[in-house]
């Protein structure tokens, strides 16, 4: 009797330890699309920032 409740407590742990690691890798990938979101943000602003300093200075050479 002693084996087969041990094999169902070594699985039960099994399944905990696996539960544990699935929320960690879900709170992992919430935070990784949480710096993807930010980090095209980001890009999104240095491109239109770019894309103005582009304009200044096709105006400026056009006015030369």
Request: a neutral charge; glycine letters at 8%; charged letters at 20%.
């Amino acid at each position: 009797m002693f084996w087969p409740m041990f094999a169902v407590a070594v699985g039960f742990v099994g399944l905990v330890v696996l539960g544990v690691f699935a929320v960690r890798v879900f709170v992992e990938a919430q935070r990784l699309g949480r710096q993807v979101a930010d980090s095209a943000g980001r890009i999104n602003r240095a491109a239109e920032d770019l894309e103005r300093a582009a304009e200044t200075a096709a105006r400026s050479v056009d006015a030369l």
